[in-house]
């Protein structure tokens, strides 16, 4: 019997073969994996390209009808990025429905929460997650610091950030730690914070130059230097190590070697408040006043908030003799900072320059109030009675300065020889029962150069911005020359 070769498919009837395995064209579905795309939306997003991002975002969502978990976090990160945090949230917690025992989800949850303000939810979210993480957490315990200090409770914040520092040894915890006790105003242990954290991450200016910042604080210059060469070391170009040096210099009026600092810095950091506010002051104490007011016109466009600057600026048109605009940057500076008694005094003087003799007397008295120990006060306010034929106030006031002069150390010369020419102007004043014309003159020429010694310039040692991931506590910390 013969048989077609037809009528068999690999050596079986053509009848026994199944009808699906007959029609050659029919093809089994394909199924699409979820996932299958994830790659190349992680491959985009580390490279920063956002627009085709989107695009295969929208794709995925479209595809799974929005339950697409990869997709919604990565869309929720870029929303993050671009500063849409309520549409982020909005994407993560899309995340976390779709998948609850993901700890990532829980804990973008909670970092959204927490750049909107709302702490004690955000709190709550991350304690979720401590509880479903099945290890410990740095970055976990690092955030539940954060959340505690802004919810004022110190204790609690410094336990969890320790607990960060042991599992994870990474920079910004050190930082947040050491900032809480500089807030308390413990430095010493702000200090030994930074020391381990320098230990830690032996390379990194940033640790060192905020190591060296919390020496200078505490009068430490030596080790401060140290600190401070060392991150430039690291780096030579690191603007705040070069701030923080120059600063130092300049506290000695060595203005060239602080100037040359400064360029350095100025090359990768132009946009400083801080940097053109301290080359500003090198050029007063060079005496170079135009130059001055330029650079600290600049820190003041910076930064037109910052009362250091406007005190500089208060105390550079005093020089130069402009004393209706340094009284409007000085009440300017009374205002931001109304318990520094160094600009009642300024503004005191300005006034009696300006022939306001009750208001220059009321600021006098505001700045004896805030210092009472400081003996510049009480000088320059005899001067100033004496100019107004007040000779028993400007009495009692020199007898006041002589009484502080015993207590200060390291009173200036200058002080003290004013002092005494001021006493033998009230001596002859008693004697004759009046004074000359140029007598007077001469005690109005005294009081400047009393003023102009003894004036305190802000110089800053750190800048006035800083970064929220390194700084959480936005704190800054600045110097007096």
Not at 81 to 89: A, V
Not at 402 to 429: D, G, M, W
Request: glycine fraction near 4%; charge should be negative; charged fraction near 20%.
């Amino acid at each position: 019997m013969n048989t077609s070769r037809s009528e068999y498919s690999n050596g079986i009837p053509a009848r026994s073969v199944p009808k699906s395995r007959q029609d050659s064209s029919t093809k089994a579905p394909e199924l699409y994996a979820v996932e299958g795309r994830n790659w190349l939306l992680h491959r985009h997003f580390t490279r920063k390209e956002f627009g085709i991002c989107k695009i295969l975002i929208q794709e995925e969502l479209e595809r799974t009808r929005g339950k697409h978990e990869f997709a919604n976090y990565i869309q929720g990160l870029i929303l993050c990025h671009e500063g849409k945090i309520q549409e982020s949230l909005e994407c993560f917690q899309i995340c976390h429905s779709l998948n609850p025992k993901n700890v990532d989800n829980i804990k973008q949850v909670a970092r959204s929460l927490y750049l909107l303000g709302l702490h004690n939810l955000a709190l709550e979210a991350y304690l979720d997650a401590q509880q479903i993480s099945k290890v410990p957490d740095w970055d976990i315990f690092y955030n539940l610091g954060e959340c505690w200090l802004r919810l004022g409770e110190h204790a609690k914040a410094k336990e969890a950030l320790r607990q960060a520092v042991q599992l994870g040894h990474h920079e910004r915890c050190y930082v947040a730690l050491a900032n809480i006790y500089k807030l308390e105003g413990d430095t010493q242990n702000a200090i030994e914070i930074y020391k381990a954290a320098v230990e830690a991450a032996p390379d990194s200016a940033q640790l060192a130059t905020s190591l060296g910042l919390l020496y200078l604080e505490e009068g430490k210059y030596q080790h401060a230097l140290e600190k401070l060469g060392g991150a430039l070391a690291r780096d030579p170009q690191y603007a705040q190590a070069l701030l923080a040096a120059g600063a130092m210099m300049q506290n000695h009026s060595d203005y060239d070697v602080a100037l040359s600092k400064y360029k350095i810095a100025a090359q990768t950091w132009p946009e400083s408040p801080a940097l053109w506010n301290n080359v500003g002051m090198c050029f007063y104490g060079k005496k170079k006043y135009v130059a001055s007011l330029s650079c600290l016109k600049r820190a003041h466009y910076l930064s037109p908030l910052d009362w250091d600057i406007l005190f500089n600026l208060g105390l550079v048109h005093m020089a130069t003799q402009q004393y209706a605009s340094a009284f409007h940057f000085l009440s300017a500076a009374t205002n931001l900072r109304p318990a520094h008694a160094g600009t009642f005094l300024l503004v005191a003087i300005t006034l009696r320059h300006l022939d306001d003799p009750d208001n220059a007397s009321e600021a006098f008295k505001q700045a004896s109030l805030l210092a009472p120990l400081d003996a510049s006060i009480p000088l320059n306010y005899g001067i100033f009675l004496e100019s107004q034929s007040d000779f028993d106030g400007a009495a009692l006031q020199l007898e006041r300065f002589q009484e502080l002069a015993q207590v200060t150390p390291r009173l200036s010369s200058e002080l003290v020889q004013t002092a005494t020419q001021l006493s033998k102007l009230l001596n002859n004043r008693v004697r004759s029962q009046q004074g000359s014309k140029t007598e007077g003159d001469d005690t109005n020429s005294k009081s400047n150069m009393a003023i102009e010694v003894e004036a305190q310039v802000r110089v800053r040692n750190h800048p006035i911005d800083s970064s929220p991931e390194s700084e959480p506590l936005n704190m800054m910390a600045d110097d007096e020359v």
